[in-house]
């Protein structure tokens, strides 16, 4: 793709985060289809949001999240009112931009969907666009090449749609020389920590204090139901990983589909661009081919002037200071009217006449020509059999599903049927607590869910068969199990006290604390153990957000000034402000500036698209059921 458009919009991709929207999000043709039955959650024009896509976006969110976080995911996390909530308002919000696309219909034409996969970094090889991988990897995900390019097309159309509500996002220099000023101001600092354990030896706690707060707190010990299980994984990669796959059958594949190994010719090329939108009036259409032509005709003069006059005329920032070069590239790389200008000059140096695209008019020079080649069947063997494999595993996978199902419940009392009948290994866990944290596969709540049953655990039966994605099926059942139970006294008394003296001490440090304050602000003199002096600035990482608004707002109109912090669960700590340095005025070219810009742009645009969102509220009449969100929850 041309370098001008290689970067998508910043405040684009800030209201994408705002919404969270997946990258293959939902038209309205599929909103419409899911309508239906009563117990929507809510509805937007009418168009219901029903339980269903309600679950699948929480599970699709969990998935992110779980991503994101990894060990320290916490599945009970999103069932919080505020988290369901969230998901809510995120479909909603989705919805309502959906609804917006279709009312506008606005379209995206074919070249840039084209252009925008041939720039997706997976589906590239050596830094090009590659067809074979862009087909595989669609096939590994079960999605079809329609289907996809359907999908981003829509998403493409949301993009222009966030697009006009981000070109009204201006940022004064003034303000951002303001704020500029305030976030690099420096306030030079001393400091002494008044810590809770200097205090310890102070507190004096009551003789039944210890049972008091255990049995005000009694939820805090107790120690939940765990069980030991035993399990079965049908898995499809595991399935993959069995199988054997004939040379003959790769060769097969091979041989009936060449186009997938051929990698195409390649050429490099130089371009002078004269932007010019394709909606653009008549007469800037006409002003930008006439200059395009007027410089073809200067080239057609003096052929050896191609990379100086891209340098002075070229409007594609990206390649202009290159010369125009573009470097090499594949076919479906560029967008198409491009493309078949390139592909179309046959030997090196030769130019292409005016050419128009969505960008404007190009002049194109070949600069470079790699032949097609056919990749070996060595050379792709590996590739075939992997996917032979994968497309045979799923293929199994899916015939042996329901009997898989059908066999753990039948034979309810033992997973080892299954497993003979499989060929599968009964694995076991350690612990596992209903709430806690598991490794895979127990880290799905349905299946965790279905092992604290009462079925399971009271009447000792097989889990149900339960998908836990990639391909997975997993089976469990309960082989041992201890309820939940209370911590004795005993046991966690001395904890207790340590807790409740530590309590004890920092309202001591505190209080301590607050007193020299006192008599430091009135000027007395205070024997304190301050600190070597050091620079804080609002931007700094590591201080904890309640040391640096105390720090800056302490007063500065007398200096040293003094202002103190309680320090949760430590102490406390005061601060002797010593000198204040503000910046000077910043430079038009200070990258300090520009990202603070950045920063003020991000924060306008959230307000802007607040305010669009609220507008569209308004426009498509959206209702929420609070009740039936609570109903929703997944058991």
Not at 58 to 82: K, S, V
Not at 120 to 125: D, K, T
Not at 564 to 577: H, T
């Amino acid at each position: 793709m041309f370098d001008a458009v290689r970067n998508n919009k910043k405040i684009v991709q800030v209201f994408l985060l705002l919404i969270t929207l997946p990258f293959a999000f939902w038209g309205v043709d599929s909103y419409v289809k899911n309508a239906g039955s009563g117990g929507e959650l809510a509805s937007v024009g009418g168009v219901p949001i029903t339980p269903a896509e309600f679950q699948q976006a929480q599970r699709e969110q969990q998935d992110r999240m779980r991503g994101a976080l990894g060990a320290n995911f916490d599945p009970a996390m999103m069932e919080t009112p505020e988290a369901r909530r969230a998901v809510l308002e995120n479909l909603v919000n989705q919805r309502l931009l959906a609804l917006e696309v279709a009312k506008m219909r606005l379209r995206t034409p074919d070249e840039r969907v084209r252009s925008t996969i041939a720039g997706v970094p997976a589906f590239q090889e050596n830094g090009h666009f590659s067809l074979p991988r862009y087909e595989a990897m669609l096939k590994a995900q079960g999605m079809t090449q329609p289907v996809f390019e359907s999908r981003l097309r829509h998403d493409l159309a949301l993009q222009q749609v966030l697009g006009a509500v981000a070109e009204g996002v201006m940022v004064p220099r003034a303000s951002a020389e303001q704020v500029y000023a305030v976030q690099l101001e420096e306030r030079t600092v001393s400091e002494v920590r008044l810590a809770a354990p200097q205090y310890a030896a102070a507190v004096k706690l009551a003789d039944d204090a210890a049972q008091k707060y255990y049995d005000a707190n009694r939820k805090q010990f107790e120690v939940p139901a765990q069980v030991r299980a035993e399990y079965v994984v049908l898995s499809r990669d595991a399935m993959a990983d069995q199988l054997a796959i004939a040379d003959a059958d790769a060769r097969k594949e091979y041989e009936a589909h060449p186009e997938r190994f051929r990698q195409g010719g390649e050429r490099r090329a130089s371009h002078i661009l004269i932007q010019a939108d394709k909606a653009a009036g008549a007469e800037v259409l006409k002003a930008a081919r006439e200059k395009a032509e007027g410089l073809l005709k200067q080239l057609k003069a003096n052929p050896a002037d191609f990379e100086k006059i891209a340098r002075e005329n070229s409007q594609d920032p990206g390649s202009a200071e290159k010369g125009g070069d573009l470097g090499f590239f594949a076919r479906g790389a560029m967008v198409k009217p491009f493309e078949d200008a390139v592909f179309g000059l046959a030997k090196e140096g030769e130019l292409s006449g005016v050419v128009q695209s969505d960008f404007g008019f190009h002049i194109v020079k070949l600069t470079g020509v790699k032949a097609e080649k056919l990749r070996s069947f060595d050379e792709a063997k590996g590739e075939i059999v992997a996917e032979l494999k994968r497309t045979e595993a799923a293929k199994k996978f899916a015939e042996l599903v329901e009997t898989f199902s059908n066999t753990v419940y039948e034979q309810s009392d033992s997973l080892q049927p299954a497993a003979d009948k499989f060929k599968l290994a009964v694995k076991t866990t350690d612990w596992l607590a209903r709430n806690g944290k598991a490794q895979a596969p127990f880290d799905n709540d349905k299946l965790l869910g279905e092992l604290f049953s009462d079925d399971a655990v009271k009447n000792k039966r097989n889990t149900n068969a339960v998908d836990v994605g990639n391909g997975m099926l997993v089976a469990a059942r309960v082989a041992e199990f201890k309820p939940a139970s209370l911590r004795a006294l005993d046991e966690v008394k001395a904890a207790i006290e340590k807790g409740l003296t530590i309590d004890e001490a920092v309202k001591l440090a505190e209080k301590d604390g607050e007193a020299k304050l006192a008599q430091l602000t009135k000027g007395e003199a205070v024997e304190l153990p301050w600190s070597a002096a050091h620079t804080l600035q609002r931007s700094m990482q590591g201080v904890p957000a309640e040391i640096m608004r105390a720090v800056y707002r302490a007063p500065t109109d007398k200096l040293p000034s003094y202002v103190g912090v309680k320090v949760p669960n430590a102490g406390y700590a005061l601060f002797r402000v010593e000198k204040v340095s503000r910046p000077a005025a910043p430079s038009q070219d200070d990258p300090r500036l520009a990202a603070i810009k950045q920063q003020y742009a991000r924060v306008m645009a959230e307000q802007d698209f607040g305010a669009y969102i609220a507008m569209l509220r308004k426009r498509y009449d959206v209702k929420v059921n609070a009740a039936a969100l609570e109903g929703a929850k997944e058991r």
